[in-house]
């Protein structure tokens, strides 16, 4: 009986044509720019151990394997697309599915559409500014992009929140929420400093955030995932996030390239995972050893297309942008 | 008592929040892309009835609150208690005042309402959405006029006050919305 109420897309036909739309779009952009559209595999052997994404893992059985073998779905393909930087591909760019268990809401279905793309040469502040002629470009006649607006990370923290995350301890976090009558989560771990961070970011930072277009960029070293670092005291990661009217859309790294650097932070990533009671994810060595073969100097960034589409057409909720959310999947 | 994961939150799950007993009204997952999950839930005290929000960290198990539904006839009030029945097991409970609450305006003797039990123990009674009640008091009935405009207070058999129209007698039957208080007709019998 079911199945007779919701075989029908949550998405309307023109919210169906707005995708096409706007894919056209990304594709034209890119080509006027020599950005070399690719494919990559959605699945591996390997996947991130990155604490906060999950995962969802499958088996493939058939020639060469008796009891199958175990492959993850891919919740970036940020490792192969550094593989074929290293094999000499130039800029590159793609636009595909990607996984991610345990994520749901009206911003997030646990499978989505995500261009993702790489610029040899380019540091962070230069993807920065591409990212917004991208999306003046891809918006045109669709939304209005007037304000664009800057912010480190630690300024934005003060200037919304009057925090400073840098020096900021646990019990400063968690007074600060207690003063805006935010009961902090029993769940949270008083040595999980980033965890406060976020509760802070999703709770009184992101609520604060003008509409617009708002770049957010150097945060602490200990959420770089896969940014370099820049010296300086504190050093901070070459990491951007991009906000389109209070909702994030991206985030972009100057691209860590040094293959030793990226096996230890892999390593503490596990480590991580094992004590908040994660499996451990297989590390992926041949993105290690494409690194130490030589991934070129370069910036990366991935751009949630579903949300880029909610916001083109003014949707409440990526129900009203995919055809078949996974309730009806 | 079983305990949930934030996994099985939705719309009317019954948790323990600060000793209370609350209801979901609202989920809504929030994470950034490279932090932190949490689910930010908006819920209600049962017992006082507030709204709150609260926010969990994902995957964080909390308390599930024994409360249940039950349709029950209402039998009579004692002066502190008020007493209902189920109909099916026959079994009695004994509401207070903070239990009842504004339903006592609208109970009558033999009338069904919605108990809800927290282990066991009436924690809120909620009346029938309409109630078919005598009116024991108001100002004489203005004959011929149905147009409704201007009206006149009525005291009803179970001592609520409500606006009625001024063609209405004492001794007639009315239709009130317990929901906001008013007249909605005369009972057609």
């Known amino acids: 009986m079911q199945a007779e109420a919701d075989w029908q897309p949550t998405a309307s036909l023109d919210a169906l044509k707005l995708r096409a739309t706007v894919l056209a779009r990304l594709r ?8 070399l559209e690719v494919d990559t ?8 151990p990155d604490p906060a994404l999950h995962s969802f893992q499958t088996r493939w059985h058939g020639p060469g394997t008796l009891n199958g073998t ?25 636009v595909c599915k990607v996984f991610r268990d345990g994520e749901s809401g009206r911003h997030h279905n646990p499978e989505f559409t995500l261009l993702e793309w790489y610029r040899t040469g380019f540091d962070y502040f230069d993807l920065m500014d591409e990212v917004e002629v991208l999306l003046r470009e891809v918006l045109e006649g669709l939304v209005p992009l007037d304000s664009v607006d800057h912010w480190t990370y630690r300024d934005l923290f003060v200037e919304t929140a009057g925090i400073d995350p840098f020096t900021v301890t646990v019990a400063g976090l968690g007074s600060q929420l207690q003063a805006r009558g935010i009961s902090p989560p029993a769940g949270l771990a008083a040595d999980d400093h980033d ?8 709770h009184v930072v992101e609520p604060a955030m003008p509409a617009g277009l708002v770049f957010v960029r150097d945060y602490p070293a200990s959420q770089a995932a896969l940014a370099r670092l820049r010296p300086g005291t504190p050093p901070v990661a070459a990491r951007f996030e991009v906000y389109l009217n209070g909702i994030e859309l991206a985030n972009g790294f100057h691209e860590l390239t040094d293959a030793d650097e990226q096996r230890q932070r892999f390593a503490q990533e596990n480590d991580r995972r094992q004590q908040q009671g994660d499996d451990a994810i297989t590390t992926d060595e041949r993105l290690l050893a494409a690194l130490e073969a030589g991934v070129p100097d370069c910036a990366g960034v991935a751009l949630g297309i579903d949300r880029l589409l909610m916001i083109a057409g003014q949707y409440g909720s990526l129900d009203d942008v995919i055809a078949f959310p996974l309730e009806r999947a | 008592m079983a305990s949930y994961s934030t996994n099985e939150f939705k719309g009317g799950l019954k948790i323990m929040i600060d000793g209370d007993p609350c209801s979901i009204i609202e989920n809504e997952f929030v994470k950034p892309g490279k932090g932190q999950a949490f689910n930010r839930v908006k819920i209600r005290n049962l017992k006082t009835g507030r709204v709150i929000e609260r926010t969990f960290k994902s995957g964080e198990s909390v308390e599930g609150a024994d409360v249940m539904d039950t349709d029950m006839q209402y039998l009579y009030a004692d002066g502190e208690f008020w007493h209902f029945m189920d109909p099916n097991s026959f079994e009695q409970h004994a509401a207070d005042a903070t239990a009842v609450g504004d339903a006592k305006k609208w109970l009558k003797e033999q009338d069904m309402c919605e108990v809800t039990l927290w282990n066991g123990t009436p924690l809120v009674i909620t009346p029938p959405n309409f109630v078919m009640l005598a009116v024991t008091e108001t100002d004489p009935g203005v004959r011929g006029d149905t147009s409704g405009g201007g009206g006149k207070p009525a005291t009803l058999e179970t001592g609520a006050v409500v606006r009625v129209p001024l063609f209405i007698d004492i001794g007639e039957v009315l239709k009130i919305d317990t929901r906001t208080g008013e007249y909605v007709g005369r009972a057609r019998d």
Do not use: C
């Not at chain 1, 034209?28 to 950005?35: D, L």
């Not at chain 1, 595999?41 to 991130?48: D, H, K, N, Q, R």
């Open chain 1, 28 to 35: 034209g952009f890119f080509a006027a720019r020599n950005v």
């Open chain 1, 41 to 48: 595999p959605v699945l591996s052997v390997a996947g991130t």
């Open chain 1, 70 to 94: 175990s492959f993850y779905l891919h919740t970036s393909p940020e490792f192969p697309m550094k593989r074929l930087l290293a094999a000499g591909a130039g800029s590159i760019y793609q």
């Open chain 1, 195 to 202: 965890g406060w961070l976020d509760m802070v970011l999703t």
